[in-house]
Structure formats: C-alpha cells, structure tokens
C-alpha cells in the first residue's frame, strides 16, 4: 500500500493523539497532558526548531508519525537533524512506513543542508534495530541521562 509523507497538520491532531500517546506507553511513560499540548504547540511553531511529519494511508489517516529537532552542533559547519521519535500504528509494521519516514528525512537532509541526521533507540528495540541498521552501523556511543527531579 502507498503511503504519503507530509508535515502534520491541525486536522491530524486526533490521531496524532493517539499515536503519541501509544508511543509513550511502549517506552514505558504513561501519556502526559501537559507534555502532549506543549509538543503539539511546538510542532506548530514556526519559531520553533521541533518538526513533524506524518504517514497517511491512501484514506487519508495518519498511519505513522515523527517528531524530529533541527539544532546546531559544535562538529559541523550546518545544523543537524535529531530525530527523536519515530512511531507506526502497531498493525501497519514491518510495511515500510518506517522506512519511508526515514528516507523522508534523509531527502530533507540533503535539500535543507543539514550535516547529518542521527537517532538513537532502546538497546532492546530489535524490530526497529533491524530497520535502523539498514541505514548505518551503530555509532557506539554510550547515552546518559541526568534528569531534574523537580521537572
């Protein structure tokens, strides 16, 4: 099935909803009202550097979503892109789409000049481990976090 590429709209936003907070919940966070309406407004902030792009199935229903920042680095004379999520209807894996969104990406990559397009994912995310390696190997580096407590 085709599937197109675009950026969110306001009329997304129902399913939008739903897939965020699916996301949320398979990354072991339970959905946040707050979080959820301030990425929302981000997403459609023009002064914002937080983008997202959506999935749509032939019926028009957002089938995929991906939220990805567009920020400077110290290493590179162009921003780079993160993308920080990546999510498709469970029912619709293993189609596709998530290579499409990611191929999406790396096309904007290279009309926007951005200097690279990098993500990271849970050690144990094998099904999107499988795809992600298609793309390039492991960087190797190691994440830490230190969270606010008062946050």
Known sequence: MPYSIRALIDA???RWQTLWDDYNRFYGREPNEA???RTWANLHDAHSSVHGIAAIDEAGRVVGIAHYIIHESTSTPTPVC???DLYVDPDLRAGGIGKQMIDWLIAEMGRQGWSRLYWQTKENNYRARGLYDKYTPHSGFVR??????AC
Do not use: I
Not at 144 to 149: C, H, K, L, Q
């Open 144 to 149: 830490y976090v230190v969270a606010n407590s």
């Open 12 to 14: 997304d936003r129902a």
């Open 35 to 37: 979080v959820s309406l």
């Open 82 to 84: 993160y993308l920080q």
